[in-house]
């Protein structure tokens, strides 16, 4: 017996059943499919030496980065030194792996964000982020907002869950392991008034997003060419002339799909690119880009 001839009843009955075993099974199968990011990825012990990421924090404090200071000048609006410093000793400062530390992006988002809001009169504003990490990016957002008074929500997603105890390969990982909600508790009042955090691939998440527009955008996801496009792709109907999508790592040395992709997509999507070079490492750069 098929169920196209079982009774209705009968086939209602089954009909729910079979949803509520779905409904059973979609927080394992999450769990299972992305079961590498639950088991502190990130690090899987804390440093035996919190110095350390002082004497980094230190050194990194230290580096010049011309370019980016011209910029956010031209831009009329520079972060807090000593929030953005904080900031930076508690989500930016690893010591295993040991590669440059890139943080001056927040500089930028803080700035680009500023300018864009304190130009226009919006009830409220959309921002999207790929690539949540700690929260630094996000929060360097917030507080553009914040400090604009400024409404508005940042959705920020990433496969890494933001409410299960882990390693973060941070200073903090001295108290033990934490969700991403307890490390970034010192900015209770930002995570409150604008961040919503999502957990998932962005390939899926953002085809859920229901929103008519974004106002601004932050691509640090997955590093890959056809990522790349499918981000963009679902985000250029939602933007206006003006509004912006700020691009991680164009580096040509390391990442040549990711800058091929960017280059692309703003001549597809009609966006004009501003390139930012910095010294955080070699040919490191990023882009913002202006819907025309």
Same mark, same amino acid.
């Given at each position: ?157 990433? *496969? ?23 490390? *970034? ?108």
């Amino acid at each position: 017996m098929s169920l196209k001839t079982l009774p209705a009843q009968l086939k209602n009955l089954f009909t729910k059943r079979m949803h509520k075993l779905a409904f059973r099974l979609l927080e394992p199968m999450d769990r299972w499919a992305f079961r590498p990011y639950y088991r502190s990825p990130l690090a899987v012990r804390p440093h035996k030496d919190t110095d350390d990421y002082l004497q980094r924090w230190a050194e990194v404090k230290q580096q010049s980065h011309p370019e980016i200071v011209t910029f956010v000048q031209k831009t009329g609006f520079a972060i807090d030194e000593e929030w953005f410093q904080d900031l930076m000793l508690l989500t930016r400062m690893r010591v295993t792996p040991n590669p440059p530390v890139a943080s001056e992006h927040g500089r930028i988002l803080y700035s680009t964000l500023s300018a864009y809001v304190a130009e226009r009169e919006f009830e409220s504003v959309n921002i999207l982020e790929t690539g949540t990490h700690l929260g630094f990016s996000a929060l360097c957002l917030a507080k553009a907002l914040q400090d604009q008074q400024q409404p508005g929500k940042i959705i920020t997603m990433d *496969l890494i869950p933001h409410d299960v105890k882990m390693y973060w390969n941070s200073i903090a990982d001295e108290q033990g392991p934490q969700t991403r909600l307890e490390l *970034l508790r010192d900015y209770q009042d930002l995570l409150d008034q604008y961040l919503i955090f999502l957990q998932g691939d962005t390939r899926l998440q953002m085809k859920k997003l229901q929103l008519s527009r974004v106002h601004y955008a932050a691509l640090d996801g997955a590093h890959t060419y056809e990522d790349i496009h499918l981000e963009v792709a679902s985000l250029q109907n939602k933007q206006q002339p003006g509004d912006m999508i700020f691009f991680d790592d164009y580096t040509l040395t390391q990442f040549p799909e990711v800058v091929k992709a960017i280059d692309e997509v703003c001549e597809k999507y009609q966006y004009s690119q501003e390139v930012l070079k910095c010294s955080e490492g070699p040919d490191k750069g990023y882009v913002v880009a202006v819907k025309l």
